[in-house]
């Protein structure tokens, strides 16, 4: 595609459950970053995948998160168990490689119910 | 450490210009963005500068870094009501470190 794409755009799950967010980077990009943004709260870091390298997690608030990137492509992040304070907007980025312009996607909006 | 500090609102009338600071800790960043996120949108590249300028110029929006100040700045000049948005400074540290955001500034223009 010619943007980052991410699924779901919404999603809301009962306090408790596990979620799956879903993203799709630009082809050919290696560098891909998680990020969370809960209402009126500026971008908080999750987790930063880059080539090969073993990614950078120390932005992961709690063992109930976790995010995998299978080809070096799509990612997955996984939250399990989770709480009302978990409710955000999960936004997924990419780059060609470090240090070039990030894209990013429209959001994953989380709610925990 | 890394840190990116922004002020969080700023209000200004249509056609004024609008001034976003931006202050940065990290002296070996190379590049230095600013990205807008419009209300219930994701975040959109709007100009970037490297380390090694002083100034971009793009249309309405004007970019200054002073390095001796780790200090970035977005200008907009003749601000209009389509630029309320919140505007996010980021920094890309040196090395493979994952880029820095700020808690962005909340622009609200009125008519």
């Known amino acids: 595609g010619a943007g980052v794409s991410q699924s779901p755009s919404n999603k809301v799950t009962e306090k408790g459950k596990d979620v799956e967010l879903r993203c799709d980077p630009i082809?050919?990009?290696?560098?891909l970053y998680w990020y969370r943004q809960s209402l009126g709260q500026g971008l908080e870091f999750l987790i930063y995948?880059?080539?090969?390298?073993?990614?950078?997690k120390s932005g992961l608030p709690s063992d109930r998160f976790s995010a995998e990137r299978t080809g070096g492509s799509v990612s997955t992040l996984t939250i399990q168990r989770t709480q009302q304070e978990d409710s955000a907007v999960y936004l997924c980025?990419?780059?060609?490689?470090?240090?070039?312009?990030?894209?990013f996607g429209e959001g994953s909006w989380l709610t925990v119910v | 450490g890394e840190d990116v500090e922004q002020s969080l609102f700023l209000s200004v009338r249509e056609g004024d210009s609008s001034v976003i600071n931006c202050t940065y800790t990290?002296?070996?960043?190379?590049?230095l963005y600013w990205y807008k996120q419009e209300p219930g949108a994701g975040l959109q590249l709007l100009t970037y500068?490297?380390?090694?300028?002083d100034m971009k110029q793009d249309q309405r929006l004007t970019v200054l870094l002073n390095k001796k100040d780790k200090h970035l700045s977005l200008r907009i000049a003749d601000t209009q009501t389509g630029d309320s948005a919140i505007y996010f400074c980021?920094?890309?540290?040196?090395?493979?470190?994952?880029?820095?955001f700020g808690i962005g500034t909340k622009l609200q223009v009125i008519p």
């Open positions: 980025a990419s780059s060609l490689s470090h240090g070039n312009t990030i894209y």
């Open positions: 082809s050919g990009h290696t560098a």
């Open positions: 995948f880059q080539g090969n390298s073993a990614p950078d």
């Open positions: 990290d002296s070996s960043s190379t590049y």
């Open positions: 500068i490297f380390s090694n300028m």
């Open positions: 980021a920094e890309t540290p040196g090395g493979y470190q994952k880029v820095t």
